[in-house]
């Protein structure tokens, strides 16, 4: 039996101003992404693969045409309730890892159960969880500077999975490894798809990442392609 649909795009149309001069981005842009699916974006740089990544998450808003994530049609939802949406719904994994120099790995991680109403005995437990599922649970007291790259991105993945997101959204999440780190980032990715059934949409430049996943699509200049 086929996964139902989780994200479903329509007709979507994005663009940028230069100025005066009006600059396309995504044209005319139809994808449905099934629940539990592992799907890799490719494409050259500016072909619009991570403009495409931040709409399905919620970060940018389109000119024209609609996002449905499980049901949700977030294009058309105020920014208010696109935040609250965002924190509740999408897991975020970046190529620099964007962790807070300052904070330990379990506080980084800590950082989006904030937001919620959790205690803080239930944000312990979450945060212990997501770090052992990562293999970090013996770094939780170590400061991003104390860690490696790939156990810096290891540290990330935790913070994104913590709320147990519907999609998790990655963008070049190996851009920044050397080839040993990549692929342990991406056996790890691989399975949080396989084993946790999580939704992973990845924009790479890289054949060997995209290789992973179950489904790769093609952008080229704003335009899906075979």
Do not use: C
Request: aromatic share 4%.
């Amino acid at each position: 039996m086929e996964n139902r649909p989780l994200v479903v795009i329509n007709r979507l149309i994005k663009s940028y101003w230069r100025g005066s001069q009006q600059v396309p981005v995504l044209e005319d842009i139809s994808l449905t992404i099934a629940e539990g699916e592992f799907l890799a974006l490719m494409g050259p740089s500016g072909s619009g693969k991570s403009t495409l990544l931040n709409l399905i998450a919620g970060i940018d808003m389109s000119d024209s045409g609609s996002v449905t994530v499980a049901g949700i049609e977030i294009s058309s939802l105020p920014e208010s309730a696109l935040a609250s949406w965002r924190a509740a719904h999408v897991g975020f994994i970046f190529q620099f890892y964007n962790l807070i120099p300052v904070l330990t790995a379990f506080e980084n991680v800590e950082l989006p159960l904030l937001l919620t109403a959790m205690s803080r005995r239930e944000r312990r437990e979450h945060v212990e969880t997501a770090l052992s599922v990562v293999g970090l649970a013996d770094r939780m007291e170590h400061r991003p500077g104390e860690l490696s790259g790939g156990q810096q991105q290891r540290v990330a993945i935790a913070r994104a999975i913590v709320t147990d997101p519907t999609i998790l959204v990655a963008d070049e999440p190996t851009g920044d490894l050397d080839r040993q780190s990549a692929g342990d980032i991406l056996d790890l990715i691989e399975q949080l798809n396989r084993e946790f059934g999580k939704t992973i949409i990845m924009v790479t430049h890289d054949p060997r990442a995209a290789e992973r996943a179950r489904r790769v699509l093609h952008l080229e200049k704003g335009v899906l392609v075979q």
